[in-house]
């Protein structure tokens, strides 16, 4: 494992200002999305700019989003016809110009220093990834959730270790917990995948894997996760569905492990990926959200 030098250490407080593209796409989301924005807006780090993707909303989310892009300069929205949240994530990246990637999908939120601490560690530790804890919020329950015990960098081997023992993780599936260089992304053609109804996240992140060297963990949680009922995943999954993504996703999944050396000696363990099931990760703790969930939907200054 690669640590930072003393010299690093003690330009925390120096560092550049990278500018980072926060990307959100969002379909009828007015009963929440105010209070994504707001937590976007309210970030200690402010050299963002703000990719809304419309995705054809019926609802009074354009109102929502126009507001946001009138009151700060660094939102911008782009109203398109309804098709699907891997469309509206490749247009954010079209449109990005940050140095790094941020996603956040419109049900969620962040903590207030998610975003500084993210370009912090990716900076000092000049790793192309960095992976974060995060909050599953269940009505009116946070419970903490992550993989990786112990923070520090990870060499690209030691993180497909880990990942092995979980792969189907949302930790490791998700892209909002995941802080990305947009120059790879750009320069290899990554982009979500619009033909797989589920799991277009794990796909990205196991493609994006190929080109990245050390991985940065955070274990404090920063990402707040809302899984919304009656989701894709919940309702229109179905067997078929699930094997013939499985057998795509196994084949690039395989290809990382073969790429480092490391899939004859795992091949049984690797081969699990069949098996595994979608979770939410590890159950650490629990607390109530109370007034403080509520109180993140105040409104536009």
């Not at 903590?111 to 000092?124: K, M, S």
Request: aromatic share 10%.
């Amino acid at each position: 494992m690669r640590k930072g030098t003393g010299k690093d250490m003690k330009n925390r407080k120096q560092l550049n200002k990278p500018l980072v593209s926060i990307i959100v796409p969002v379909y009828n989301g007015e009963q929440t999305i105010e209070r994504c924005l707001c937590s976007i807006r309210n970030q200690t780090y402010t050299e963002i700019e703000v990719w809304l993707i419309d995705d054809g909303s019926t609802d009074h989310t354009p109102k929502i989003l126009h507001q946001y892009e009138q009151a700060d300069a660094r939102f911008h929205v782009i109203k398109k016809q309804n098709t699907g949240v891997s469309h509206s994530r490749n247009i954010g990246i079209q449109h990005a110009t940050g140095v790094f990637l941020q996603f956040v999908d419109g049900d969620d939120w962040l903590d207030r220093r998610a975003t500084e601490t993210l370009v912090e560690a990716a900076v000092v530790h000049d790793c192309e990834m960095v992976i974060m804890d995060y909050h599953r919020v269940i009505k009116q329950r946070i419970y903490k959730k992550g993989d990786i015990k112990k923070q520090g960098l990870l060499s690209r081997q030691e993180f497909a270790e880990h990942m092995m023992e979980a792969p189907a993780n949302f930790y490791y599936g998700v892209m909002w917990n995941k802080f990305f260089r947009t120059e790879i992304v750009k320069k290899e053609g990554l982009q979500c995948s619009e033909e797989l109804d589920w799991c277009e996240d794990f796909q990205f992140n196991l493609e994006y894997l190929q080109y990245v060297d050390t991985v940065y963990v955070v274990t404090k949680p920063l990402y707040y996760y809302v899984k919304t009922k009656g989701s894709l995943v919940d309702t229109q999954v179905n067997l078929r569905q699930t094997i013939r993504t499985k057998r795509i996703l196994f084949e690039q999944y395989k290809s990382l492990y073969e790429s480092i050396d490391l899939y004859q000696e795992n091949k049984l363990k690797i081969q699990l990926f069949y098996l595994a099931v979608a979770k939410d990760g590890v159950n650490r703790r629990s607390t109530e959200v109370g007034k403080s969930v509520k109180s993140k939907r105040s409104k536009i200054a």
